[in-house]
């Protein structure tokens, strides 16, 4: 005869204990906290963000069209953001001057002063950020080399007469920004970009490329 089981009563929810361990004075395994973070995000993005609300601006590595088009791109959104000064962190061993020069035309252009800071080694055309800048200061083992932008090109005689004009051009462009930064002639400045100058931070204040040594 089929007989119909009372139901159970409702029991209130129990967490799960914790195992217990087997051995007497050995601690459980402890359980670890678990987090999620968005893979999209990177860490240096997020320091670059951060830095960047505080209007300032990391320029190092090699400075080509990408990275000055970067960094164009951050000057132009803090000066559209206030007036403030904008501080910009130059370490470069290698530059292409085109791409130096274009970083220097936006910090001409726009209106937020710019402060330079020269850390670790700044190489050949990076000179050119250096000298657009407003105030100019190294740090204490900073070094200067001050070198010559080498042309390299190919194509047809035409092409290359061009592209050597257009490199002449910005070559002296770059010799006129030291010399308004330094104060001195741009035909001693040409002289000591052919061999290759190299001036420490106490050295490159005298010679007017900064105007402290931190």
């Known amino acids: 005869m089929y007989t119909e089981k009372p139901d159970k009563p409702h029991q209130p929810y129990q967490p799960a204990q914790p195992v217990?361990?087997?051995?007497?004075?050995?601690?459980?395994?402890?359980?670890?906290?678990?987090?999620?973070?968005?893979?999209?995000?990177?860490?240096?993005?997020?320091?670059?963000?951060?830095?960047?609300?505080?209007?300032?601006?990391?320029?190092?590595?090699?400075?080509?069209?990408?990275?000055?088009?970067?960094?164009?791109?951050?000057?132009?959104?803090?000066?559209?953001?206030?007036?403030?000064?904008?501080?910009?962190?130059?370490?470069?061993?290698?530059?292409?001057?085109d791409a130096a020069l274009s970083v220097a035309g936006a910090i001409d252009l726009i209106e937020s002063p710019v402060h330079a800071v020269a850390r670790g080694t700044v190489r050949g055309a990076a000179i050119a950020v250096l000298a657009a800048a407003t105030e100019r200061e190294a740090q204490r083992h900073t070094m200067f080399v001050l070198s010559t932008p080498r042309f390299t090109a190919d194509g047809t005689a035409d092409q290359l007469a061009t592209l050597a004009d257009q490199h002449d051009r910005q070559f002296a462009r770059l010799l006129d920004l030291v010399a308004t930064a330094t104060g001195r002639p741009a035909t001693e400045i040409a002289a000591d970009l052919d061999p290759g100058r190299v001036l420490n931070a106490t050295e490159a204040m005298e010679y007017g490329l900064i105007t402290r040594v931190r």
């Open 20 to 97: 217990q361990p087997d051995r007497p004075g050995v601690n459980p395994q402890p359980i670890l906290p678990s987090w999620w973070e968005p893979a999209s995000v990177s860490v240096e993005q997020e320091l670059a963000d951060r830095l960047l609300a505080q209007r300032t601006i990391l320029v190092g590595g090699r400075l080509d069209d990408a990275l000055a088009g970067h960094v164009t791109a951050q000057l132009l959104l803090l000066d559209a953001a206030g007036n403030d000064p904008v501080t910009l962190h130059l370490s470069s061993t290698e530059s292409d001057l």
